[in-house]
Structures are given as structure tokens and as C-alpha cells.
């Protein structure tokens, strides 16, 4: 905390870390690539790319045909590396998520077909139409950022992110994710519908030829790596901590099921990502501020309408103190 | 108890921290000591008291055993038992005080009505001065509420233990014997030993002790400023004239008490008129008991009804018929009264002294008549008299000296009396010695202490209130009853068996009892330069046109005639000389202006004033105004002392209300605003810069939210155009944040942000600042 420490602390021995304002340059070229795609929601598109570097998953939860899997491509594509799709249906089961062990008719041997989870970023549609079998398939993969098929267990590669769609509407075709794995995710996320120029604009762009398909990456995978090593390093200090856990200590005051340890390592986490997209190499409050809304509703139980956390969270940073 | 407070003794420094906050022990301490001092405040009181009738060490000796047993008990019985205790206590002294006075304790079943009334007289404001066996009384009232008070105090029942002693207090207020002073400490240690309890119980921190000192400073300037404890000395609308600075309001100046002050004045004014068939000294009070500084009357007064006792010895009857030309509170009238007629006569009672006293103020133009008995022995049946005293007089108070009285009064008393085998000639050589040792001046300073001591021992002028206490007392150290008088002297003899008495006349004298005969007037004052004193201001008067200050009959007669009283002198003497008279008794009485005088029993003019008048008159006349000056100069400045005490007090008590809400704290942050002190952390620094700039900005425009961040707060700010928040207001938030969030700053950042935020605050000061 003194003057004596250079304020960008972030060599690491063993991973080559970037410089933070390095780390908020990148952030800035991808989201100005992705908007070349995608028309609007840039908090959202802001949201996806500090989840990524920030080491967590994304779910992006509303009607169909608002741009959820056009959003998480153009991020894949952005980026220099795997991108993999996995459109969830009633019928899929957790081997066509995680890969199978294949008799080789040549060798003789079984060799293990890898399934979509192993990408670098994962788009899991409609994972709500899955069986909660076939889900919990794709949500240990993010928990453990490996998969055990027969036996054998197999590191996914890194990095490893996770972009899940699910939509709210026919409730009665889907099976909700269980509350528990809800907590895997770092945000969910709501896009809603574009404001009426945007979505003019939208049209004048996609009618005809689609931009995605000449979008171009604009980084690499070892940027990503590295920046991640950056951010993980941004300093939180005892402020800021302290005041992360008054806010999760409002939830649990005021919800049936408040936010879980879990979740508030992910604010933080969210936070530090946030910080570095400012060219910061700290977190303050407004970081915490500007990542609860979407990292911690999705935690909040209250009595049965999920969308109650909002309130909960909004209330929490209307009433806890920042200091 | 001691075992416990040293035991906790090293906790109480310990408690001392660095923080200043006080442990529970001390705060025990404190509201121990208020209860001892609360204590202390109506024992010295009655110590008061002591001091004049005796029994100092007894009582201190009973207040110190009862303490100790109240702390040994605190420990081994319950407060129940305690209460039955103290009780049983008081009863028995209370008991023995009544067997004491001869009441006997039968008297409470078979008198409780008087024994109530009693008690309402006395807490109507009866000085404990005033009774008869005051010294018992002391002995058996202090056991009950030092024992209480003590024992709930050890108990660290402090809200209770106040009860007790307060209630023994305030009932020594109420009988007019505490003092403002004493009254105003006993409080504020009452106050004290609650508030100081309730610290101790509560676990309170010297930070709430400002609540005390506002109650005291409340209690203290509130005590000063309005005057509600009966003070004996407050109340003189006795006599018209009743200024205590004039030489009446002194003596006379209440009813059972008659002072002694310092510089006097004389009111040249008319007091009333006396027809009678001989001029005597006109009596109006009779005091027994001494009190150092002042006499007091002891025992209570009756309803007159019908004529008194007449003296044992041969006396004759003179009738007298007095016309009061202003409001007096005094009925004078000569020797020892007998009978008084007219309307008066249903207002008047007595004295246990025999001294008659209107209950009604009497109004200007009112006359009564009075007969006295005029005692009027020779020096040989005096000296015959003997010492065989009766009871009642040894009984009385006649022979009382305060219990300070110095040996040494008591070895020069013995010396001036050598010679003097017979009370008679004890008084004689008494009275010689004082009119010829000591000069008459109305200008003196009131000495401190006993006034008849230092008056026989170390002063050398005086006036008659000087004269007339110190030969009482002396006549006392030799063991003669005697007592202290005060009255009129005959006054103006203005035609045939008519006398114009005036303030200047005011006087006071000395009875000296004697078996068979009565109580026998003496003359200590030397009357010579007393009367050209009274007279030379009844002439200024005169010659200023002061109203009231002769009748009709009066005016064209001189005061102070030479050959009026040249022609009365010789007479006097002539008469004095048969043997019949005190004054023969007197050296040179037939020629020196100081020698003769007056026996009031038995002159017919005691004015008796010769020679040489104006000249003394001028230059009493001339100190008088000096003194005047002096001390007016005095008492300005001890005016001025005490408002500076009474401001003093007010100003803490001001200053603890203020820290009390906080104000101070107030200050101190609008004074922050303005300015740092720097610290060896720059991190530090910077967050403080931060808080006033937050401040001046929470002023200007609004707090920040506790919800809100420094930055969303700043940004909201910025938001309106109409703010003026510059871009130095966000870069002193980006060093905030990366003091409190990051890595922290560096000496010259926080200088700089420091500066910045000077630069900031101080344009915005509310007078000098630019905007």
C-alpha cells in the first residue's frame, strides 16, 4: 500500500502477465469488433467479454431471436480460437456434450471422440430444453473445467468459457436449471429487445449479407491467457472486500436464500475484470456496483419469482453502506 | 471498604489510558467523596453551632464513629435493618436531648402537638442558634443521616444515601442556619454522588461527565442568581431604618439576632418620642447567647398577657408613654418592662428575657404606654450581693462564651480584674478599662473571628456594639451572668419629661445580674465622644434640610447643648456621688468628658455629651467620606469578583452543554474543511483531503449517500452543468481511490491532492472566499 510498490504490480513467475492498460485496449477491440455485428447492448456485450477474462460463464436468459447466439459468436469469433456449439434438445444426452470412447476399427483401441465442451469458448443453446442429466453434463464441465468420460479424466482446454442461452418462454417444453447450478454462472444476463433505430440499423446491416460472416479475430489465444493472468491480479483491497460482503450480507438478510460465498468470489472476480477493462489495477466500489446486477440475482432465492433477486440486489446497493 | 479501594487502587491507573477514560473505581471514588462532602456541608453546619454553645469534639468524634460503624455495617446487615437502626438512633438522641432541656421524653406522648409545632417553628425558620440546649440537639439530630447516607454510599447505593443527607440538608435550610455557600456545596455534592453512581453503574465514560458539569454550572449560577435559601441575614425589614449598614440595622437588624458589622452609619432620623418623668436608656432587645460574630436571643417568645414578674429588689415604677414617629419593629421602652397598655398591648409578646416585642410592624403615629421597673442600688449593696445565683440564670445561656474563646482573653480579663473581688467590681474595673483604653470610632473594619477578643486584644477603637459585647464576654470569663442589650440611648430631653429619640441614638449596652436586685445596666462605651459623634450628625443632617429628622418641639433645640448638659452633668454626678449611683464607681467622673454616665436605670438624661464636638465631628465627618470612597472602590471590585466566579462557572458549564451537542465536534470539522495537519501517510493524507473536499462539496451542493461511491457521487455532481466541479475534484477521487483501493500514493501526490483540495475548500470559504 505504499508508494514504494510500482502501482502494476503483475509479473507472475510462471505465466507472462500483459500490462493492465494492454488488458483494457484488448477489451475495448473486441467489443468494437462485436459491434460491428451486433447493434446496441453494449453493457451486455461489456458483460461477456469481463466474464471471459474475469474466468467465469455467462447466461444469457430471454426470448428467442434477440441475438443470444449471434452475441456469443461474434465473441468466439473475435477471438482467435475454438468456438464449439451445442444446440440442447429434449433428446441430447451428456455424452454428445462431453465426448464419447469409440471402438477404432483400425487400431483396434477405443480413442475418445471429443465432444463440443472441448472449445475454447462453448455455446450451449437452449440448455434449458436439455434433461437435467444431459445439463449437469455441461455444468460440471465449467465447475471443474474438466470431463471424466469412463473413467479417464480430461482437462478441458484453456481458456474455457461458456456462453448458455435458455429462454423463458414454453415453460412447459423446458427443464428449469436447478438453483444450484444456476450458481455456476459468473452473470446472467437479459438482453431485451433493441431500442427501434438500433434495431433499424440492425436490419439495414443483416438483410442481405450478414456481418458475421466476415468478421475477423482481433486476438489470440495467448492474449486471452495472459490478460486473464492480469486481471486475476488486480488488487481487491480490504474496502472493497468488506464492502462485497455487506452486500451479500444484505441479500441473506433479506431473501429466503441470499448470495452464497460462491457468488461473492464472483463479484469480486467480475469486479477485478471490470477494473481492468478502466485500465485500473485496482477495484473500487463502482466496479462492485456495476457487476452486482448481474452477478448476484441469479443467487436469490426470495419466495418463488425468480426475477425478486433484482429488487433484492437493487436494494442492497441503494441501502449498504460503501464505506 | 479502605481494604476494597486499595485492592482496586493499580486498576484505577490502569483504567487511566491513553485514551482518558475512567474506570468504574474512580468514578466510585468521585461519588464517595461527594457523599462525604455532602456530609461535611451540614455537619459544619452544625459545627457552626458547636462552635458557639460547645461540644466541637463530641460531635466530630460522633461523626467519625458513626461512619466507621456504618461501613463496618454496610457489610453485615441488610439495608432494612439499617433504616430500623438509624432510626432507633435517632429516637434515642432525640429522647435524650428532651430529658436533657427537662422536657423529659414523656412529653412527646403527652405534647405531641407542641413537639409538632416545635418542629414546624424551627423548620419555619427558627436558627438552631435560638435553642435552648442547641449543643445536645447538634449531637442527637447528626447520627441518624451521617449513618444512612454513609452505609447506602458504601453500598454504592448513591441515589438513596443522597435522601438522608439531603433531607438533614434541607432542613438546616430551612431553619436558616446553612448558608448559601454551604447549601450550594452540599447540592452540588448530592448531584454529584448520583451522577457519579450512575457513571459507575452504567460504566460511563468521562465523556458523559459533561452532563454533570452542566447540571452544575445550572445549579450553581441558578443558586446565585435567585435567592431562595432562607438566609437569617436576608431578611431585615425590621426596622424601617433596617440598613445594615446603619448602626440600628445592625444591632437590631431581625428579631432574634442582632449583628455586628463594620463601618456604621448614623440615621440623624426621628425614631419616636418618650414622655416620661425620667430619660433611661430605651431597651429594645436582650440577647444571651454569643456567637462570635453576632448574639443571638435564645428561647421562644409568649403572648403578652398581663403584667410580668417584678424584680427581687427595691425598685421604683416608671411610666413612660411612647409615640413611634416612624414604622418601628421595636417597642422600646426603659429598665426592665413590667405592663404595657393601649392597642398594642394584643400584638406584643415577650421575650423569654423579659423583653417586650411587637408582632406587628408599629406604624407611625402609634404610642403605648409602658411601665418598667427602674432597679436603682448603690455600689455597697452591689458589691453585697453575692454570687449565689439562682438556677434559671446559671441554667441560661448568661454565662456562655463561644467555645473558641482564646485563653488569652480569658488571662487579660482575669488581669483587668485582679483587684476586683465582687462581681460588682469586676463590672466596674471592666467598664473602666474599656472606656479608657479604647477610643469610640463608628469607622472600623470588622474583625474576623471572636469580636469581643479581638476588640479587648487587638483593636483600638470601636463603638458601643464593641464596647458593650466585649464587656459581656468578659464578665462571662469571669464567670458573671451577664448579657447583651441594645435599645436607645434617652435621646433629646426636648421639654419637661419629653425626650425625641433618633437613629443617632441607636445604642447597645451590657445587664449584669446581681441576686436580690436584677439584672443592672452598665455603661462599657465612652459617652463623651459617642455623643458628639451622634450629635454632629444630627446637625449635618440638619443643616443638609433632611427631612424626619427633628418633631415640631424638637427643632429649635440643640442636640448637643453645652450648657444643657453642663446643667445636667453636675446634677447627675451630684447624685452619683451619694453613693447611689454606678457612676461613682467612674474616675473623674465629676469633670472629664468621658468619666461620667450613665446608668439608664436610674439618669435622667443620658445625653450626657460635653466639649469640643465640632472639631471631632469634622473629622469623623472627613473619614467617613474617604471611607466612602474606599469602600465603594471595595465593593465594586468585590462585585466584580464574584460576577467573574458566577460567569466563570456559567462558561463551563456553557462549554460542557456545547460538548454535550455536539457543537464542538461541529466546529472541529468546519474548521477541518479548511485545513490538514499532515501525517507521516500519505494515504492518510490523501483520505482526508478527500473528507473535506466531501464536506465543502456536502454543503455546497448535497451529501454523498452512504450507498454512493466517491466516483458516482462526483459523477452525479458533475452531471448538473450548473455545479462548479472541476476536474481537480477528479483527480483528488482518483487519488482517494488508489490511497484507499490500490496500491496507494506517493508523498507528492498526496501533497499535490492536498493542495488541491486547499486550493478547493478555501475559495469556498464562507466570508473570504472567492465565490
Redesign the interface.
Known amino acids: 500500500m505504499t508508494d514504494v510498490n510500482p502501482p502494476t504490480q503483475t509479473a507472475s513467475p510462471d505465466r507472462a502477465a500483459l500490462d493492465v492498460s494492454t488488458v483494457a485496449d484488448l477489451c475495448a477491440e473486441i467489443e468494437a469488433n462485436v459491434a460491428d455485428v451486433i447493434v446496441g447492448h453494449e453493457e451486455a456485450i461489456e458483460h461477456v467479454v469481463t466474464a471471459m477474462l474475469g474466468r467465469g460463464h455467462v447466461l444469457l436468459d430471454d426470448v428467442p431471436g434477440v441475438g443470444k447466439t449471434m452475441l456469443a459468436r461474434s465473441i468466439a469469433t473475435s477471438v482467435d480460437c475454438t468456438f464449439r456449439r451445442v444446440q440442447f434438445t429434449p433428446d441430447l444426452l451428456p455424452a454428445d456434450v462431453t465426448g464419447v470412447n469409440v471402438f477404432n476399427q483400425q487400431s483396434r483401441e477405443f480413442e475418445f471422440q471429443r465432444g463440443p465442451v472441448f472449445g475454447n469458448i462453448v455455446l450451449g443453446d437452449e440448455i434449458n430444453r436439455a434433461p437435467p442429466k444431459t445439463q449437469s453434463a455441461l455444468l460440471e464441465a465449467m465447475e471443474e473445467e474438466q470431463v471424466t468420460v469412463d473413467g479417464t479424466t480430461r482437462d478441458l482446454p484453456d481458456p474455457f468459457t461458456v456462453i448458455a442461452t435458455q429462454n423463458a418462454i414454453e415453460p412447459n417444453r423446458t427443464y428449469d436449471l436447478p438453483f444450484a447450478e444456476l450458481d455456476r454462472f459468473m452473470k446472467k444476463l437479459q438482453l431485451g429487445y433493441p431500442e427501434p433505430e438500433e434495431e433499424a440499423e440492425m436490419l439495414g446491416r443483416t438483410v442481405g449479407h450478414h456481418p458475421i460472416e466476415d468478421l475477423e479475430s482481433v486476438t489470440d489465444l495467448e492474449t486471452i491467457v495472459a490478460a486473464r493472468e492480469t486481471v486475476a491480479q488486480i488488487r481487491v483491497e480490504a474496502p472493497v472486500r468488506e464492502y462485497a460482503t455487506r452486500l451479500a450480507g444484505y441479500t441473506r438478510e433479506h431473501a429466503r436464500i441470499g448470495v452464497s460465498p460462491r457468488g461473492t468470489i464472483a463479484l469480486l472476480r467480475a469486479a477485478q475484470a471490470r477494473a481492468a477493462t478502466d485500465a485500473r489495477d485496482y477495484v473500487i466500489p463502482d466496479d462492485v456496483q456495476a457487476e452486482a446486477p448481474v452477478v448476484l440475482p441469479h443467487r436469490i432465492r426470495t419466495t418463488d419469482h425468480d426475477r425478486d433477486g433484482e429488487a433484492v440486489v437493487s436494494n442492497a446497493l441503494e441501502r449498504v453502506s460503501v464505506e | 471498604m479502605s481494604a476494597k479501594s486499595e485492592s482496586h487502587a493499580g486498576d484505577r491507573t490502569a483504567d487511566l489510558g491513553l485514551d482518558g477514560s475512567i474506570g468504574p473505581d474512580t468514578f466510585r471514588l468521585l461519588a464517595l467523596g461527594c457523599v462525604l462532602v455532602m456530609t461535611a456541608s451540614y455537619v459544619s453546619v452544625l459545627r457552626e453551632v458547636t462552635r458557639v454553645v460547645g461540644g466541637t469534639q463530641s460531635l466530630f468524634a460522633l461523626v467519625g464513629a458513626v461512619i466507621v460503624v456504618a461501613t463496618v455495617l454496610a457489610w453485615t446487615i441488610r439495608p432494612r435493618t439499617a433504616v430500623v437502626a438509624a432510626l432507633v438512633a435517632g429516637a434515642v438522641g432525640f429522647g435524650y436531648y428532651l430529658e436533657i432541656t427537662g422536657v423529659g421524653v414523656d412529653v412527646v406522648f403527652s405534647a405531641s402537638d407542641a413537639i409538632l409545632s416545635d418542629t414546624v417553628t424551627l423548620v419555619a425558620g427558627l436558627p438552631l442558634l435560638r435553642m435552648v440546649e442547641a449543643g445536645v440537639w447538634t449531637l442527637a439530630f447528626v447520627p441518624a443521616p451521617v449513618f444512612l447516607s454513609w452505609y447506602l454510599a458504601v453500598r454504592s447505593r448513591y441515589a438513596l444515601a443522597v435522601i438522608p443527607g439531603g433531607f438533614a440538608l434541607i432542613f438546616l435550610v430551612l431553619t436558616g442556619d446553612a448558608g448559601t455557600t454551604v447549601t450550594l456545596l452540599g447540592t452540588l455534592a448530592a448531584v454529584g454522588a448520583v451522577g457519579f453512581g450512575e457513571l459507575e453503574r452504567r460504566g460511563g465514560s468521562v465523556a458523559q461527565a459533561d452532563l454533570l458539569a452542566v447540571s452544575f454550572a445550572l445549579i450553581i449560577v441558578l443558586s446565585l442568581s435567585v435567592t431562595v435559601v432562607p438566609d437569617g441575614s436576608g431578611s431585615s425589614d425590621h426596622l424601617s431604618g433596617g440598613d445594615p449598614n446603619t448602626l440600628e440595622g445592625a444591632i437590631d437588624y431581625s428579631s432574634e439576632r442582632s449583628g455586628i458589622g463594620g463601618s456604621v452609619d448614623l440615621s440623624p432620623e426621628v425614631r419616636f418620642t418618650v414622655e416620661s418623668e425620667r430619660g433611661a436608656y430605651w431597651r429594645t432587645g436582650v440577647y444571651d447567647r454569643f456567637a462570635g460574630d453576632e448574639w443571638v436571643r435564645t428561647g421562644d417568645a409568649s403572648a403578652y398577657d398581663g403584667p410580668l414578674e417584678e424584680p427581687p429588689g427595691e425598685h421604683e415604677r416608671v411610666r413612660q408613654v411612647v409615640t413611634a414617629e416612624t414604622n418601628l419593629g421595636v417597642l422600646p421602652a426603659a429598665g426592665q418592662p413590667l405592663a404595657i397598655e393601649g392597642d398594642l398591648a394584643q400584638h406584643t409578646e415577650v421575650s423569654a428575657h423579659g423583653q417586650f416585642h411587637p408582632t406587628t410592624s408599629v406604624i407611625e403615629g402609634d404610642s403605648y404606654a409602658v411601665e418598667s421597673a427602674i432597679i436603682d442600688p448603690d455600689a455597697a449593696e452591689l458589691r453585697a450581693a453575692g454570687t449565689n445565683y439562682p438556677q434559671p440564670i446559671l441554667e441560661g445561656d448568661y454565662l456562655q462564651t463561644p467555645e473558641s474563646t482564646s485563653s488569652e482573653f480569658e488571662e487579660r480579663t482575669a488581669e483587668i480584674t485582679a483587684d476586683a473581688d465582687t462581681p460588682y467590681d469586676k463590672a466596674v474595673a471592666i467598664e473602666a478599662h474599656l472606656r479608657s483604653t479604647k477610643d469610640y470610632s463608628l469607622e472600623v473594619d470588622r474583625p474576623n473571628g471572636n469580636v469581643a477578643e479581638e476588640f479587648l486584644l487587638e483593636m483600638d477603637e470601636g463603638y458601643c456594639v464593641y464596647f458593650a459585647t466585649a464587656m459581656t464576654q468578659m464578665l462571662r470569663a469571669e464567670d458573671v451572668p451577664a448579657r447583651y442589650v441594645t435599645g436607645y440611648t434617652a435621646g433629646q430631653e426636648v421639654d419637661d419629661d419629653e425626650y425625641v429619640v433618633r437613629g443617632t441614638d441607636a445604642h447597645a449596652w451590657v445587664e449584669v445580674y446581681f441576686p436580690d436586685h436584677g439584672w443592672v445596666a452598665f455603661e462599657p462605651t465612652p459617652p463623651g465622644p459617642r455623643d458628639e459623634a451622634h450629635a454632629d450628625s444630627v446637625e449635618q443632617a440638619r443643616s443638609d434640610g433632611a427631612d424626619n429628622v427633628d418633631t415640631d418641639s424638637s427643632q429649635d433645640v440643640p442636640v448637643s447643648d453645652d450648657d444643657d448638659e453642663s446643667a445636667d452633668n453636675p446634677d447627675e454626678n451630684g447624685a452619683d456621688d451619694d453613693g447611689s449611683d454606678l457612676n461613682e464607681t467612674d474616675p473623674g467622673s465629676d469633670d472629664g468628658p468621658d468619666g461620667n454616665e450613665t446608668d439608664p436605670g436610674s439618669d435622667d438624661d443620658q445625653s450626657g455629651s460635653d466639649d469640643g464636638s465640632d472639631g471631632a465631628g469634622a473629622s469623623v465627618e472627613a473619614s467617613d467620606r474617604d471611607d466612602g470612597l474606599v469602600s465603594s472602590l471595595i465593593s465594586a471590585l468585590s462585585v466584580s469578583r464574584e460576577t467573574a466566579a458566577i460567569g466563570l462557572v456559567a462558561l463551563v458549564g456553557v462549554v460542557a452543554g456545547v460538548h454535550r451537542t455536539g457543537a464542538t465536534d461541529r466546529v472541529r470539522r468546519t474548521v477541518g474543511c479548511y485545513w490538514q495537519r499532515r501525517t507521516d501517510d500519505?494515504?492518510r493524507d490523501t483520505e482526508r483531503a478527500y473528507r473535506r473536499l466531501e464536506r465543502v462539496l456536502a454543503r455546497e451542493y448535497r451529501p454523498r449517500e452512504?450507498?454512493?461511491?466517491?466516483?458516482?457521487y462526483l459523477e452525479a455532481l458533475s452531471a448538473d452543468p450548473d455545479r462548479d466541479v472541476g476536474p481537480q475534484v477528479a483527480t483528488v477521487v482518483d487519488r482517494y481511490?488508489?490511497a484507499?483501493?490500490?496500491?496507494?500514493?506517493?508523498?507528492n501526490?498526496a501533497d499535490e491532492t492536498i493542495e488541491l483540495v486547499d486550493e478547493f475548500t478555501r475559495a469556498r470559504l464562507p466570508i473570504v472566499g472567492r465565490r
Open positions: 500519505p494515504d452512504r450507498s454512493e461511491s466517491a466516483r458516482s481511490e488508489r484507499l483501493y490500490g496500491g496507494g500514493v506517493s508523498r501526490e
